[in-house]
C-alpha cells in the first residue's frame, strides 16, 4: 500500500510540473492578432510623443473611434523599440512612430519610417495601412510611399495618406532658418535638394492611394501656397485638399484641432 500511495502522489507531482512547464513555456506573438484598419501617425521636424499623442487620445476616449494599439520608437542607430499594447477587436488601430533623432534629414527619417513599417508586416502580419504625417512628417511620408513602397515588397500597402500642415514647397520664412540649421532643417528649406527630388519623374505616385491635404490660414510655418504644392505631385483623381480659413490655428494647433479630427476620421474609416 506505501509503495502505491509513493507511485501515486510521485505520477501527480510529475502531471502538475508538467501543466506548470506548458502554462509557463514563452508564446511567440500570435501571427492572428487582429489590427482592425490600422494608421500610422509621423510626426514632423523636432516632433515628440506629444505630436500626435493628444490627438490619439481623443481618438480612444473622447470619440471612441478606436483604439492606439502600438508605439514605434525608433533610435538614431535604427534600433527598433514596440511598446504593444493589447490590440482589441473592435474599432480602427492607431500606431504612433516615434523618432529620437527628430531634426534628422529627410532621407535619414524615410529610413527610420521604413524600417518600422517593414517590422510591422514581417512580425506582425500587418498588410496594409493608412499613412498620416504632420508638417515635415507629411513630406516623409510621401517619400517613403514615392521611393519605398513602389519599388519593393517587404512594406504593407497604403490605403490612404494625409498630409497635415505639410511645406511641400518649403518653408517660406527667412528667420525661421537663422535658429534651425540641422539636416532636417536644410531639407525644409526652398528648392532644396530633398525637396526638388519629390517632383522628379523617377518615381510616380501609385494610382490607388487616396490622399488628402489639410492646411490652415493661420499656419506660418506651413503657408497655404506651400502645402499646396502637392497639387504638382499627385494626380487630382485622387487627391483632395481642405484649406481651414482660421487665423488662430497655428502649425502645431493642427494636431490639437476637433476639426482637423474630423476630417481625419471621416476620410479615413467613413465610406
Given at each position: 500500500m506505501y509503495r502505491f500511495k509513493k507511485h501515486y502522489w510521485l505520477s501527480c507531482c510529475i502531471i502538475l510540473i508538467g501543466v506548470i512547464v506548458i502554462m509557463y513555456i514563452p508564446k511567440e506573438a500570435k501571427s492572428e492578432q487582429s489590427f482592425m484598419e490600422p494608421t500610422v501617425f509621423v510626426h514632423g521636424y523636432k516632433g515628440t510623443y506629444h505630436s500626435f499623442g493628444?490627438?490619439?487620445?481623443?481618438?480612444?476616449?473622447?470619440?471612441?473611434?478606436?483604439?492606439?494599439?502600438?508605439?514605434?520608437?525608433?533610435?538614431?542607430?535604427?534600433?527598433?523599440?514596440?511598446?504593444?499594447?493589447?490590440?482589441?477587436?473592435?474599432?480602427?488601430?492607431?500606431?504612433?512612430?516615434?523618432?529620437?533623432?527628430?531634426?534628422?534629414?529627410?532621407?535619414?527619417?524615410?529610413?527610420?519610417?521604413?524600417?518600422?513599417?517593414?517590422?510591422?508586416?514581417?512580425?506582425?502580419?500587418?498588410?496594409?495601412?493608412?499613412?498620416?504625417?504632420?508638417s515635415m512628417g507629411g513630406i516623409v511620408a510621401l517619400k517613403f510611399i514615392k521611393e519605398q513602397l513602389s519599388s519593393s515588397d517587404d512594406y504593407p500597402n497604403v490605403e490612404k495618406y494625409v498630409a497635415i500642415g505639410s511645406p511641400f514647397d518649403g518653408i517660406y520664412q527667412e528667420s525661421y532658418f537663422d535658429i534651425h540649421q540641422d539636416a532636417g532643417a536644410q531639407d525644409l528649406m526652398p528648392h532644396s535638394d530633398a525637396l526638388e527630388a519629390l517632383y522628379t519623374n523617377e518615381h510616380t505616385f501609385p494610382i490607388d492611394i487616396d490622399v488628402l491635404s489639410i492646411a490652415s490660414t493661420g499656419d506660418i510655418i506651413a503657408v497655404p501656397k506651400s502645402v499646396s504644392a502637392l497639387e504638382n505631385i499627385i494626380p487630382s483623381t485622387q487627391y483632395e485638399k481642405v484649406l481651414i480659413d482660421n487665423r488662430y490655428l497655428g502649425h502645431s494647433d493642427l494636431h490639437e484641432s476637433e476639426k482637423v479630427d474630423k476630417l481625419l476620421y471621416t476620410f479615413l474609416f467613413v465610406e
Open positions: 493628444n490627438m490619439l487620445h481623443r481618438f480612444e476616449y473622447k470619440y471612441q473611434w478606436g483604439h492606439k494599439a502600438l508605439e514605434y520608437r525608433i533610435s538614431g542607430n535604427g534600433a527598433i523599440h514596440v511598446n504593444n499594447r493589447a490590440a482589441k477587436s473592435e474599432g480602427p488601430a492607431f500606431i504612433q512612430v516615434i523618432f529620437d533623432e527628430n531634426r534628422a534629414s529627410f532621407a535619414d527619417s524615410v529610413s527610420y519610417l521604413s524600417a518600422a513599417l517593414k517590422h510591422m508586416k514581417e512580425k506582425l502580419q500587418i498588410d496594409s495601412i493608412n499613412l498620416v504625417g504632420h
